[in-house]
C-alpha cells in the first residue's frame, strides 16, 4: 500500500512577509498625499510668492537715490489699478529710507509706499505704529507673505524681508483689496519708471553749452565792451 504525503497549505504573500517589512509599505503608500507648510505655517499651495521682484540695484539707481540721502537697497515702485504716482512725494523716510505716494483722480484718494530698516514678527507687529498714527491699537493678519495691519482709520500691509520693511499704507477710504494689489506689485524701477521716479544725479546729465550774450555774432568773437550814449 503507498502511502499518501500531504503537502502543508500555501500561505499568502502578505503573512509571509516578516512584521518588520510590512509597516514601512504601509507608510510608503500614505507619501505625498500632505502639503508641507511654508514658513508662516501656511500650506505649499497657498503660500504667495514674495511681492518684490528684481531685487538687483542698478548704478544708475544707486547714483540717484544716494544724491537725495535715500539708502539705494529701499527703492521699489508699484501701482494698482486707478492709481499714479505722484512724483512730488518723492522723497526721504527717517534716516535714509524711501517714501512715495500713488493718487486716484477719481476717487481722490491716495496710498503711500515706504520702505526702510526694520523687521515685523507676530509679537512685534502690534506694537508698530500703522501709517503715520501714533501707537494706538493695532490688529494684525497675517496674509500670504505679509501683514494686515488695521489702526482703525488707517490700515496697511507691510512686507518684511532682508533686513527691511515695505509697507503700504492709506485711510480706510482705500480698499483693502488695493493695497493688496500694490503689495503685489512692488518691484525694482525700470529705466523709465527711475526717470519718472528720482531725478540724475548732479553731474551725470547731459549739459547744454552756455551763451554769453557779450560775443558778437559775426567777428574774431572778441566781447562787445561798447557803451551807448552816455556810457
Same mark, same amino acid.
Given at each position: 500500500?503507498?502511502?499518501?504525503?500531504?503537502?502543508?497549505?500555501?500561505?499568502?504573500?502578505?503573512?509571509?512577509?516578516?512584521?518588520?517589512?510590512?509597516?514601512?509599505?504601509?507608510?510608503?503608500?500614505?507619501?505625498?498625499?500632505?502639503?508641507?507648510?511654508?514658513?508662516?505655517?501656511?500650506?505649499?499651495?497657498?503660500?504667495?510668492?514674495?511681492?518684490?521682484?528684481?531685487?538687483?540695484?542698478?548704478?544708475?539707481?544707486?547714483?540717484?537715490?544716494?544724491?537725495?540721502?535715500?539708502?539705494?537697497?529701499?527703492?521699489?515702485?508699484?501701482?494698482?489699478?486707478?492709481?499714479?504716482?505722484?512724483?512730488?512725494?518723492?522723497?526721504?523716510?527717517?534716516?535714509?529710507?524711501?517714501?512715495?505716494?500713488?493718487?486716484?483722480?477719481?476717487?481722490?484718494?491716495?496710498?503711500?509706499?515706504?520702505? &526702510?530698516?526694520?523687521?515685523?514678527? !507676530? *509679537?512685534?507687529?502690534?506694537?508698530? +505704529?500703522?501709517?503715520?498714527? =501714533?501707537?494706538? @491699537?493695532? /490688529?494684525?493678519?497675517?496674509?500670504?507673505?505679509?501683514?494686515?495691519?488695521?489702526?482703525?482709520?488707517?490700515?496697511?500691509?507691510?512686507?518684511?524681508?532682508?533686513?527691511?520693511?515695505?509697507?503700504?499704507?492709506?485711510?480706510?477710504?482705500?480698499?483693502?483689496?488695493?493695497?493688496?494689489?500694490?503689495?503685489?506689485?512692488?518691484?525694482?524701477?525700470?529705466?523709465?519708471?527711475? &526717470?519718472?521716479?528720482?531725478?540724475? !544725479? *548732479?553731474?551725470?546729465?547731459?549739459? +547744454?553749452?552756455?551763451?554769453? =550774450?557779450?560775443? @558778437?555774432? /559775426?567777428?574774431?568773437?572778441?566781447?562787445?565792451?561798447?557803451?551807448?550814449?552816455?556810457?
Amino acid at each position: 500500500m503507498s502511502r499518501v504525503r500531504r503537502l502543508p497549505p500555501r500561505r499568502s504573500l502578505p503573512s509571509l512577509l516578516p512584521p518588520l517589512l510590512v509597516v514601512p509599505v504601509l507608510l510608503l503608500t500614505g507619501c505625498g498625499k500632505e502639503k508641507a507648510p511654508s514658513a508662516d505655517g501656511a500650506t505649499a499651495s497657498t503660500a504667495k510668492t514674495p511681492a518684490p521682484t528684481g531685487t538687483a540695484v542698478s548704478e544708475e539707481l544707486a547714483d540717484r537715490a544716494t544724491a537725495l540721502g535715500i539708502a539705494p537697497e529701499h527703492v521699489y515702485v508699484t501701482g494698482a489699478p486707478g492709481f499714479a504716482l505722484a512724483q512730488q512725494s518723492v522723497g526721504v523716510s527717517g534716516d535714509d529710507g524711501f517714501s512715495a505716494s500713488y493718487f486716484s483722480r477719481s476717487t481722490g484718494t491716495h496710498f503711500t509706499l515706504t520702505v &526702510d530698516h526694520g523687521s515685523m514678527t !507676530a *509679537a512685534s507687529c502690534p506694537g508698530q +505704529a500703522v501709517g503715520d498714527l =501714533g501707537r494706538g @491699537p493695532t /490688529e494684525c493678519e497675517r496674509d500670504g507673505d505679509a501683514w494686515y495691519r488695521d489702526g482703525r482709520s488707517q490700515h496697511e500691509y507691510a512686507l518684511a524681508r532682508d533686513g527691511q520693511v515695505i509697507r503700504l499704507s492709506a485711510d480706510s477710504g482705500v480698499p483693502r483689496a488695493t493695497l493688496r494689489a500694490a503689495v503685489d506689485a512692488v518691484h525694482r524701477p525700470s529705466g523709465d519708471e527711475l &526717470d519718472a521716479l528720482l531725478p540724475p !544725479a *548732479a553731474g551725470t546729465g547731459p549739459t +547744454a553749452p552756455v551763451e554769453r =550774450g557779450d560775443l @558778437p555774432p /559775426e567777428g574774431d568773437g572778441a566781447p562787445n565792451n561798447g557803451v551807448g550814449v552816455g556810457g
